[in-house]
């Protein structure tokens, strides 16, 4: 029995990266937020969203990519579970992709080659057509991405 889930799928650089839709608040165009003093330099500041402050971390950097923000740069607004309970962040993207369903039973487990994104933060590998072309799409572990990546580093 195969165990179908939707994720959202993004592109960082020439990669593709998807995170659980059922995480995804909204997905936001770019613009420049509010700078916070003392973070990390991949935290560009914070929004107000609707009356909520969300920091937003540009995942370009903090996978050490190259980060220029053109009119499809967007903020993909999401959900994460912290020891501290649900918190609201946003990821800067090169561009939102679209929907996809993938199989969690048949993801193809990280390799550990990657300098930007450790091997923790990837929930798996899948495959995909596009184009009639395939193209391999990163599944990120969005909690362990931000709870070891983001949060430890604020």
């Known amino acids: 029995m195969s165990q179908q889930q939707e994720f ?3 592109r960082l650089g020439s990669e593709y990266y998807a995170v659980d839709i059922l995480r995804v608040q909204e997905i936001r165009g770019w613009q420049a937020p509010s700078p916070l003093p ?3 330099f991949f ?4 929004i107000d969203l609707r009356g909520l402050v969300v920091p ?3 995942l370009r950097e903090r996978f050490a990519l190259n980060a ?5 740069t967007v903020v993909i607004v999401v959900h994460v579970l912290t020891p501290e309970g649900e918190r609201v962040i946003g990821l800067v ?5 679209d929907v996809q369903c993938f199989d969690l039973d048949a993801l193809q487990a990280a390799p550990d080659i990657s300098e930007g994104v450790h091997s923790s933060f990837i929930l798996g590998l899948a495959t995909t057509q596009q184009n009639a072309q395939a193209k391999m799409v990163i599944i990120l572990a ?4 931000i709870n070891e990546g ?5």
């Open 93 to 97: 993207v090169d561009e939102v992709s």
């Open 150 to 154: 983001v949060m430890q580093a604020l």
């Open 43 to 46: 935290v560009k500041g914070a």
């Open 8 to 10: 959202l799928t993004f």
């Open 142 to 145: 969005l909690d362990r991405l």
């Open 68 to 72: 220029d923000y053109r009119s499809t």
């Open 38 to 40: 003392n973070v990390p």
């Open 56 to 58: 937003i971390v540009d």
